[in-house]
Each structure stands twice: as C-alpha cells, then as structure tokens.
C-alpha cells in the first residue's frame, strides 16, 4: 500500500496544508472524491481524521501514505455489499497492517512496529468500526423485500361479460311482454342471490388464506430481523473483548514476535 494513492508528492502537499478546509481540499484531489453529499462530506472527514490520526501520532510520510490506503480499502470492502460484514472488515485491516509490519519481501515491509500496530488497530475500532452501522447505511443502497403470493388450485373470479349487459331496445321488450313472462322474470331474479350463493365460500375462504399468509409472514420476517440484530449485537462485542485482550497483552512486548502474536489473538 505504499505509495499506492497516496504519492511522496502528494504528501508533500499534504504536510504543508494545516487546516482543515485546505486539507479536504488536498485529499479530494488526491483521491479523486466525486459522489454526492452527504457521502462527499462524511468521506472527506474519514480521510482529514486519519491524516490528524498521523500528526499526532509522529508518523513519518511512508507511514501516512500506507495508513491512508488501509482505511481506503477497509472502506470499500464495507461498502461493497449491504449485508453485515464487520468482522470480514476487521480482519482485513488486521491482514493488511500484518503486511506493512513484518519484514518479508516481497510479501510484507515494516514500516510499522507492533505498538504503532496496536495503536492503529485501536484508532480504526474506536472511530470506524464503532460507527460501521453508519457508514453502512450512508454508502450502501437499502435492500428492501417485495413479496408477491401466487395462489394454485383457488376458483378465479367471474369477470363480466358482454352477454350479461342488456340494450335498450331489449328493456322495451321485456316491458312489453305478458304479465306471465313478468313473473317468470321476477322468480328468476328471485333465485339468483340464491345461485350465487355457493360462490361467496371460496372468496370468503380465499381472503381468510391471504391474511393468514401474510400474518405468518409478517412474524416471520420480525424473527429474523430479531435474529440479525442479535448477530450484530454479539458481533460487535467480540470484537470490543478482542480489542481489550490486544491491549493488554501487547504491553512491554516491542518485537515481531509479539506482533504476529496479537495478530494471532485478534483472528
């Protein structure tokens, strides 16, 4: 990740810029920021924080560039899908500070020591990974559900016909018809509510299914989402416990070996 979006001119421009505005200005450039607010915004201040992180840090140029293009990638791997995947992106930045910590050519460089790696891993869960919800939802399309039913084997509805309608020229007809014919009508009219009787079970029973599917439904998809916030729930606290157990055992320990050791606990 050296130098990767992040050149030693570009640093340069960097170190020179002391406000703020001025450095979102530099890292819009350089990182060719171009969508929307508020996502412009909220990217921008992830950027200017880390290089501020920097700064008071004492990170050399090499450093910054590297740390930069970690969170650029810990960022785009949260963003490529809507679903949870917060410990997918731990590990990743925990994977790719491993590789800029440990001297391995051509695999790995060390451009940080282990305390700088605990103090880098300790940044990016207080300040990313705290807010990984927000971030999701800022960057990240909204999945919504569209459920359609399809019933098999249910009698469809009668849809009306020409035939049904009457003209006019039949109405005068029929008012000029005998008094028997008339009564023939009548009873007829009388009989038809009656026919039609045996129709109104299947609709009647065909609402009942619906609202009883959607009903199952409904409780159904409050399950799971109660599940999900569960997960998200256990998740995050892994990995506050994880990050607690990092700092403890990472004191008076300076070397390699306690850095692939911390790497080790947080996997």
């Known amino acids: 990740m050296l130098w990767a979006d992040v050149s030693y001119n570009d640093m340069e421009e960097i170190d020179q810029m002391q406000s703020v505005p001025d450095l979102e200005s530099a890292l819009c450039n350089i990182f060719r920021v171009d969508v929307p607010e508020p996502r412009r915004g909220v990217l921008l201040e992830l950027y200017v924080q880390t290089v501020l992180f920097c700064r008071r840090s004492s990170f050399n140029r090499e450093q910054t560039s590297a740390l930069l293009s970690v969170v650029k990638c810990v960022h785009q791997a949260n963003i490529e899908t809507s679903l949870n995947n917060m410990?997918?992106?731990?590990?990743?930045?925990?994977?790719?500070?491993?590789?800029?910590?440990?001297?391995?050519?051509?695999?790995?460089i060390n451009i940080f020591n282990s305390e700088e790696v605990t103090q880098i891993l300790k940044?990016?869960?207080?300040?990313?990974?705290?807010?990984?919800?927000?971030?999701?939802?800022?960057?990240?399309?909204?999945?919504?559900?569209?459920?359609?039913?399809?019933?098999?084997?249910?009698?469809?509805?009668?849809?009306?016909?020409?035939?049904?309608?009457?003209?006019?020229?039949?109405?005068?007809?029929?008012?000029?018809?005998?008094?028997?014919?008339?009564?023939?009508?009548?009873?007829?009219?009388?009989?038809?509510?009656?026919?039609?009787?045996?129709?109104?079970?299947?609709?009647?029973?065909?609402?009942?299914?619906?609202?009883?599917?959607?009903?199952?439904?409904?409780?159904?998809?409050?399950?799971?989402?109660?599940?999900?916030?569960?997960?998200?729930?256990?998740?995050?606290?892994?990995?506050?416990?994880?990050l607690t157990s990092l700092q403890f055992s990472s004191k008076g320990k300076n070397d390699a070996v306690s850095l692939y050791f911390l790497v080790f606990v947080l996997i």
């Open 87 to 108: 410990e997918q992106c731990f590990q990743y930045c925990s994977d790719l500070l491993l590789c800029h910590s440990v001297r391995r050519p051509p695999f790995s």
């Open 123 to 242: 940044y990016i869960h207080t300040t990313y990974i705290r807010h990984y919800n927000l971030y999701k939802y800022i960057f990240t399309p909204q999945v919504r559900l569209d459920l359609s039913l399809t019933y098999y084997g249910m009698p469809e509805e009668d849809e009306p016909t020409t035939e049904d309608a009457v003209s006019p020229e039949v109405e005068k007809v029929m008012e000029n018809e005998s008094g028997a014919e008339e009564e023939r009508d009548m009873s007829a009219e009388a009989q038809e509510p009656q026919a039609r009787c045996p129709d109104a079970a299947p609709l009647d029973s065909r609402s009942e299914l619906k609202a009883m599917i959607q009903q199952v439904v409904g409780e159904e998809m409050m399950r799971v989402s109660v599940q999900l916030d569960q997960r998200l729930k256990e998740s995050t606290d892994q990995l506050n416990n994880a």
